[in-house]
């Protein structure tokens, strides 16, 4: 049995398990995502997300996607990484964490977290690149906030989050373009506030849009703001929240995202054998 806090940062949702003992390997955790995060036969969630121990900082959090992948880093995750790390006393409210994308220093107030992401190297960013997929042409551009993100800016909201799904699983799929996979966000610049992006974020390793992703905020922000569309305060509108990214440049092509929302605790689960199995309505 595991005992694990079910949370969400913006409906982006995660089981979040204390691993400090290591008493988990990585193919343990990855093997978990895979069952777990199930819908309806499982618990269900968007990833699995552990803490570790670290040499450097106050812990080190890993992310496991529902498809078993491992992460290298997870914004909404890392808002509820921790919120779950200063609740359990593990660390005071203002703490910095280890990922595989950079170290991650947060400041937990209540139910919200404010991170400083690592910095983002825009040098290496893609601006104007171009793709066909499923018959459609999008122009979108390419960078790496601690994982990988192709962003799109749209002129209108026209597709369905199905639609969304489809295209971003087809964009996704494209080794040509994206070796190691990527997720990929549709962006819309708000017509009422010049400071609001609305963002649809397909994630890698989920393989499906989900409701929020702080990277992905993240990632949107700064490419608008290279392209000239937004300034260093972005609002950014998820379908299950806001997330508000502050952006300052250490050099010129070095910026420093700030993240800010929302992470919830919703409930202790304790999982049971059967969350592990696979469901026992299907012929084996
Ligand atoms: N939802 C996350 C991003 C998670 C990582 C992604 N699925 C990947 O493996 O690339 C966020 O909030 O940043």
Not at 153 to 174: H, K, M, N
Request: aromatic letters at 6%.
């Amino acid at each position: 049995m595991i005992d694990c806090l079910k949370m969400n940062g913006n409906g982006n949702d995660f089981l979040v398990v204390d691993n400090l003992s290591l008493a988990m390997d990585a193919s343990a955790l990855a093997r978990a995502a895979r069952a777990v995060c199930r819908r309806r036969e499982s618990v269900g969630a968007d990833g699995l997300l552990a803490l570790e121990p670290s040499e450097r900082a106050a812990f080190r959090m890993r992310l496991f996607n529902r498809d078993g992948s491992e992460g290298e880093m997870c914004g909404n995750g890392a808002r509820c990484a921790a919120r779950f790390a200063f609740d359990r006393g593990i660390v005071g409210r203002e703490m910095t964490f280890e990922t595989r994308g950079g170290d991650v220093h947060a400041v937990v107030r209540g139910n919200r977290v404010a991170l400083d992401l690592a910095p983002v190297s825009t040098g290496s960013a893609v601006l104007k690149a171009h793709a066909s997929v499923e018959g459609c042409d999008f122009t979108y551009a390419f960078l790496v906030v601690g994982v990988p993100h192709a962003v799109i800016f749209e002129r209108e909201r026209r597709r369905s989050i199905a639609e969304y799904a489809v295209l971003g699983r087809a964009l996704r799929s494209r080794q040509d373009l994206f070796p190691v996979g990527a997720n990929v966000n549709f962006a819309l610049l708000s017509s009422e506030d010049s400071g609001t992006l609305d963002v649809v974020t397909y994630e890698r390793g989920v393989e499906d849009v989900t409701l929020s992703c702080g990277t992905g905020s993240a990632a949107s922000a700064i490419a608008g703001r290279l392209l000239g569309v937004v300034g260093d305060e972005v609002r950014v509108v998820n379908p299950g929240g806001v997330n508000d990214v502050s952006l300052t440049w250490i050099e010129t092509d070095v910026v420093q995202p700030r993240l800010e929302g929302g992470a919830l605790m919703i409930a202790e689960v304790r999982l049971l054998p059967e969350a592990f199995e696979a469901d026992c309505r299907r012929p084996a």
